[in-house]
């Protein structure tokens, strides 16, 4: 081998492993949008919208979980310790553990950079302060009260990404809730009964469904879902 092409072959080496460090951004976006052959579980695009908050409400449709929009710069990933998150992508890790049933440590090392690259793409900005979420916010005290024709445009607003579009397309497991006011409301802030103390308590739906924060979906657009859903 002459010195040429040693330098060609170095060069090529270095060239695959920043490639590998930094990701691919296209197989990041198939990551981000992917549900699995079966289908049988929902993709990171289920639950996240990549446009900011504004945006988002802008088309209609509102996700369960935060958009991933300027996510890679958020302030809130400043957790470095030993198996903290230390990145969106690290997040976005425990989220196919838990929503998507994969095995550990659901995205190899390889796909965790192609899916940091994705979110890193749709983070424009730098200057972004961590985002203080009410992740388990209480249950409304009376669970009545609410408008039935109200409820049916939230459950196309925020129910239809993962449920359909509309009454007749609802998908089986959203209309088999219909009639029990209590159970769809648990589901939608994230809430189980334990088995052994039979209380209510917050554990994210055990992975059955992204959640609304109350700073996702208010108490009032609640209220109105249950009286459209619940009658």
């Not at 695959?16 to 198939?30: C, L, P, Q, T, W």
């Amino acid at each position: 081998m002459n010195k040429l092409t040693m330098i060609l072959a170095a060069a090529g080496l270095f060239a695959m492993a920043v490639f590998a460090a930094d990701g691919d951004i296209e197989r990041g976006k198939k990551i981000f949008h992917g549900t699995g052959e079966d289908l049988d579980y929902p993709s990171c695009a289920h639950c996240h919208a990549t446009v900011s908050a504004a945006d988002e409400l802008k088309t209609g449709i509102v996700h369960s979980a935060f958009p991933v929009y300027n996510t890679s710069h958020r302030g809130a990933w400043k957790n470095k310790k030993k198996g903290g998150v230390k990145s969106a992508a690290h997040a976005g890790r425990i989220c196919t553990i838990a929503f998507q049933k994969r095995k550990k440590p659901g995205l190899n090392d390889e796909q965790l950079a192609d899916l940091n690259a994705f979110l890193l793409s749709k983070s424009p900005s730098k200057d972004v302060k961590p985002r203080k979420i009410g992740y388990a916010p209480k249950l409304p005290a009376s669970l009545d009260g609410g408008d039935a024709a109200k409820g049916k445009k939230n459950v196309e607003m925020f129910c239809s990404t993962c449920h359909g579009p509309s009454d007749d397309h609802l998908q089986s497991e959203l209309k088999a809730g219909r009639g029990n006011k209590l159970k769809i409301a648990m589901k939608v802030r994230g809430y189980v009964t334990d088995r052994k103390t039979k209380k209510k308590k917050f554990k994210a739906n055990n992975g059955q469904m992204g959640f609304f924060a109350a700073n996702r979906l208010s108490d009032e657009q609640l209220l109105d879902i249950l009286a459209y859903l619940g009658k």
